[in-house]
């Protein structure tokens, strides 16, 4: 793996227009049916569709930011990510946020659900799989899904963070008793060592300004 000499900038910002020709409306009661919603555009409209509370929808804007920043270095070093995949992902990720609140379910199952006929399966699993991390999958080749996993544990609420600064507020406002507390610190030390793998293949560092200064 080639590494980068230097930091890149940002990548560059998404397109705002649907591609038309990448889209197949059906309908499934009050929303289009998009089998491949990849366009940034139409995702942000089916944010609108369902209310995400603008808290969640900024959150969800600046994790695909992260995401795609990531990826996008990381194909400058030979890898082979889907931007538009990693980007609709990102955006959707946290669909099933708001509707479990009340509920206490599983968002990121319960999120999967709402998109599945809706978005690409390749997306669904992203929603499905971006709260889980096993030490397999950190072992394994760096995914779409484990980019958007590992970025959402980098923003906390609409802030780039540290990993560390993201599980402290989790076992903080979580960490009930002490199996919770320990459960928490083995997923950081997971995120941490994927944290690992993937900055091995960049030039930057994890706490470096062009990642920890990224914003809306
Ligand atoms: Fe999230």
Do not use: W
């Not at 409209?45 to 929808?57: N, S």
């Not at 030490?135 to 990993?163: A, C, F, W």
């Amino acid at each position: 793996m080639v590494r980068c000499a230097a930091p890149f900038p940002p990548c560059s910002p998404p397109p705002t227009e649907p591609d038309e020709a990448h889209l197949h409306f059906m309908t499934k009661g009050q929303f289009p049916i998009v089998t491949n919603m990849h366009s940034r555009k139409q995702c942000l409209e089916y944010l609108d569709k369902i209310d995400m509370p603008r808290h969640i929808r900024r959150h969800s804007m600046l994790v695909a930011k992260v995401a795609l920043f990531l990826c996008e270095l990381l194909n400058r070093n030979g890898s082979n990510f889907d931007l538009d995949l990693v980007e609709t992902g990102a955006l959707l990720h946290d669909v099933g946020k708001e509707p479990t609140l009340a509920t206490g379910h599983d968002h990121a199952q319960v999120g999967a659900e709402m998109l599945v006929g809706i978005v690409a399966p390749a997306v669904v699993r992203i929603v499905r799989e971006h709260i889980l991390l096993e030490p397999v999958q950190v072992e394994g080749p760096l995914t779409e899904s484990i980019l958007v996993n590992y970025s959402d544990k980098r923003v906390m609420h609409e802030q780039v963070v540290s990993v560390q600064a993201r599980y402290n507020d989790l076992i903080a406002r979580y960490a009930k008793t002490p199996f919770h507390r320990q459960r928490l610190l083995e997923k950081l030390k997971l995120y941490l060592a994927l944290e690992e793998k993937i900055f091995s293949h960049l030039a930057i560092d994890p706490q470096g300004p062009e990642i920890m200064e990224l914003k809306l």
